[in-house]
């Protein structure tokens, strides 16, 4: 027996000491490609000398003697920490993800590769100007020199994924910076999925009427009725099963309600506690580890420009120099239209088009299966766009027998001259100036928010779509693309595009908010991202006569809900305060419970408070249960409370409260029953999920940040390393936004919010100060992959300052670049 056990201890211990050795192996392999950010490196494509400064927040100051080499010395930065985010990057606008992970992105490749995105990139480079050109290019050399660094010292792959997938990085090429942009234009879009679902549901419901109350317009003008789709395309049924689309954190298909946000205002010197311009900004994208943002300050020849900039483009997309303050939002601008097209039953090849059978414009595409063998696509294309499979966005379910469906969308130019205009931006002196060459702007579509030292102002930029007066469905749902009145007809004019310089008020603002109401086809959008958070923003910004970067900094991190405050008074108006009596622990005690907290909230959505939790559960059942009836199966799209939905309902809004009464019921039940019977639903959801006692439940528990790693995040043990979950305040409809994924088993998880906060003060431009949601790096054993991370929840900033003296006090490296 002492023999057998002093074995079975010598294998136990020679065990532990393998996978010590083979964890420390591990360890080794990944912690090579940690960048060494204090060296002087020699790199081929380098006309002078880079100095990299990083301080102590690892953002780098980029200094040389010409701007190429800035630009240089920005691309050698972005591959040191963000290599494997580019190189996924890439690959998803080149539909070659499938190369690296097999089977499961093959849908995201066949998609990407109808749209073309990678090769209209590359077509469009010849169109920049000498400037752009070159700063793409110098980009270009500075990510292939930290490559060619790379694979010279063998430093780990440069990327400890690498490790896992075989994913071969070939040198970057100036197109691939501009596939990047036309990738964001791609999670950007949601008009597509909109015009989809708005005609699935006109031909789910009974009375037409209804489809203003369950997809309601933004309050102000109307519009003039439009016909039924059913009678576009009678021979649908009235409801078809779709395909989903691919669910994969490497899809960049964004779901309903995920197709980009942001907040962005500004005061002038006259609405300024100490007489400057102000300029606040958080754009709101998917959360993920790493985040989208990579803070960097450039020093240009016409002086320093710091802010955000995306891996793998050479340019500040949100930011300032001393000159000039600029942000985006997303615009929710009409850039796509669906066209269904008619085959021609003698020649499958040809559509039907105005001047009669065309054939489609078509080429095959070879996609390359990891483990796999490869498969070919037909791609092909009609006047209008790329034709689309029935198997992708449900298009399946609103196009008949003998019929494909098309997709017109700005983002698809060849001419695209986006990049142009984002270093010209860069370079600009005024908002006035920074207006005009923001006309290059093709795709995506923002809102450009601008101050400069005396200035304030805001202009649509990107290429609005012209339509015709007589198109069938304004752009709203699919259309005959066969019918010449339902066709683009070019670009309007810039000067279209609404503007907003120097208000009488003093203070710009946007909130993903309708900002125009004109008639069509000028009219912008029908689809809005947020009628609810503007009137908070309003409240917040005219309750002060002047403001500071405290105040601004203090609204972007405004966590009250005009909307609960709004929704609780009219489903809550005949359940409160009833006097009825109920005994301890039955559901009518609890039920009074939840009515006695939520009456005396106040509708922040504090993540310590249980009251949100009550609220959000609530309203989600709620919703459920008014449309299930009516829309059956379809009602799973419908993942987000619509605010105006529920308050048309509860206000009765045309007959909008015959929703409440459930059709395949004999009595007819009232919008107070479902209320009641909806808070019923949500306390139980809530006990099961997290507990009976109300008063110590935390929206926190429930609303955790999600910044996973696309690729790792759920790879066992591992994604306890990777992914970055955060307790945090905020919801769908408040200013500090924290929209929530509205599925699964946790509906109310943060999935999409500000990856990127910043505040600029032009009365002190270097007090200025922003954030990103985790950290700098994309490496999850360097210290800067969170460090930003508790400041970003906890509502905190680091110095945005141009001051090189106070880069260079206690700077975390400096890296000299100088030429072989």
Not at 297 to 304: D, M, N, S, T, V
Not at 346 to 362: A, V
Not at 717 to 732: A, E, K, M, P, W
Request: hydrophobic share 40%.
């Amino acid at each position: 027996m002492g023999l057998v056990f002093r074995w079975l201890v010598r294998i136990a211990t020679g065990l532990v000491l393998l996978a010590v050795a083979a964890v420390g192996l591990v360890y080794f392999l990944a912690s090579q490609s940690l960048p060494d950010y204090d060296q002087t490196v020699q790199v081929s494509g380098l006309r002078a000398p880079v100095e990299i400064v990083r301080d102590t927040a690892n953002v780098p100051h980029i200094l040389a003697e010409s701007d190429p080499d800035v630009f240089f010395g920005l691309g050698y930065a972005h591959a040191q920490d963000r290599l494997w985010q580019m190189t996924v990057m890439r690959r998803t606008a080149q539909g070659r993800l499938s190369e690296v992970f097999g089977k499961r992105t093959v849908p995201i490749d066949k998609l990407l590769r109808r749209f073309d995105l990678y090769s209209l990139a590359h077509r469009s480079v010849e169109v920049q100007d000498d400037y752009t050109k070159a700063a793409l290019r110098a980009y270009s050399a500075g990510v292939n020199a930290r490559l060619d660094e790379i694979n010279e010292n063998a430093l780990g792959r440069g990327a400890p994924e690498m490790f896992l997938f075989n994913a071969s990085v070939s040198p970057w090429q100036p197109g691939d910076s501009i596939a990047i942009i036309k990738l964001m234009s791609l999670q950007l879009s949601g008009h597509l999925k909109d015009e989809v679902l708005r005609a699935r549901t006109s031909l789910m419901l009974n009375d037409p009427k209804r489809l203003a109350d369950i997809l309601p317009d933004v309050p102000g003008a109307g519009i003039a009725a439009l016909p039924e789709y059913a009678s576009l395309f009678p021979e649908l049924p009235r409801y078809a099963e779709g395909t989903p689309m691919p669910d994969t954190p490497l899809s960049p298909f964004p779901k309903r309600g995920l197709a980009g946000a942001s907040n962005a205002w500004s005061a002038a010197p006259s609405r300024s506690a100490i007489g400057g311009t102000l300029l606040s900004n958080d754009p709101h994208l998917g959360l993920t580890a790493p985040g989208i943002w990579y803070l960097a300050r450039l020093e240009l020849a016409k002086g320093g420009v710091i802010g955000a900039t995306i891996p793998g483009v050479p340019a500040i997309m949100t930011g300032r120099s001393d000159r000039l303050g600029w942000g985006l939002t997303s615009s929710y601008l009409d850039d796509q239209d669906v066209h269904i097209e008619q085959l021609n039953p003698e020649n499958p090849e040809e559509y039907l088009s105005p001047d009669g059978f065309k054939r489609f414009r078509s080429r095959p595409s070879i996609i390359e299966i990891k483990d796999e063998a490869p498969i070919t696509l037909t791609l092909r294309w009609t006047e209008n766009g790329p034709v689309l499979p029935g198997s992708h966005y449900d298009l399946e379910t609103i196009t008949p027998p003998g019929h494909v469906a098309s997709l017109a969308w700005t983002a698809l130019s060849p001419r695209d001259t986006s990049m142009t205009a984002s270093m010209a931006l860069m370079n600009s002196d005024s908002v006035r100036e920074a207006i005009d060459v923001a006309e290059l702007f093709i795709a995506p579509s923002q809102n450009l928010s601008l101050v400069d030292k005396d200035t304030i102002g805001m202009k649509l930029i990107g290429a609005m779509p012209g339509r015709d007066i007589r198109n069938q469905s304004r752009g709203r749902i699919p259309t005959p693309g066969w019918l010449a009145e339902n066709l683009w007809q070019g670009r309007l004019p810039y000067a279209n595009n609404p503007e907003f310089v120097t208000p009488a008020g003093g203070i710009l603002g946007n909130t993903n908010n309708k900002i125009i109401d004109r008639p069509f086809p000028n009219h912008v959008s029908y689809e809005w991202g947020d009628t609810q958070r503007v009137h908070r923003w309003e409240r917040l910004m005219q309750s002060r006569e002047v403001h500071t970067r405290d105040s601004f900094i203090e609204a972007q991190l405004d966590t009250v809900s005009f909307t609960a405050r709004s929704l609780l008074p009219l489903i809550g108006a005949d359940l409160w305060f009833t006097g009825a009596s109920a005994p301890e622990g039955t559901p009518e005690r609890q039920r009074q419970v939840a009515l006695a907290l939520l009456a005396e909230w106040n509708g922040e959505m504090n993540e310590h408070l249980p009251e949100p939790l009550i609220y959000a559960a609530w309203l989600r059942a709620l919703q459920i249960r008014l449309i299930s009836d009516e829309l059956g199966p379809l009602a799973a799209e419908y993942k987000h409370v619509e605010p105006l939905f529920i308050e048309r309902v509860y206000r009765d809004i045309d007959g909008a409260s015959v929703w409440c009464d459930v059709r395949q019921s004999a009595p007819v039940e009232t919008c107070t029953d479902m209320a009641r019977l909806a808070l019923d639903d949500a306390l139980i959801w809530i006990s099961e999920k997290y507990g009976g006692s109300l008063e110590s439940l935390r929206w926190g528990d429930a609303h955790q940040a999600t910044h996973d790693h696309p690729v790792l995040g759920t790879v066992p043990v591992l994604r306890f390393f990777v992914n970055i979950r955060q307790s945090t305040s905020g919801g769908d409809n408040t200013l500090l936004r924290g929209r929530t994924s509205g599925e699964g088993p946790n509906p109310f998880q943060n999935v999409h919010g500000a990856g990127y906060r910043g505040v600029y003060d032009f009365a002190d431009p270097n007090s200025s100060v922003f954030i990103t949601a985790t950290g700098q790096s994309g490496h999850f054993l360097s210290r800067y992959y969170d460090d930003q991370a508790q400041l970003w929840r906890r509502g905190e900033y680091i110095p945005m300052s141009l001051d090189m003296d106070l880069a260079r006090a206690a700077a975390v490296g400096v890296t000299n670049l100088t030429p072989r």
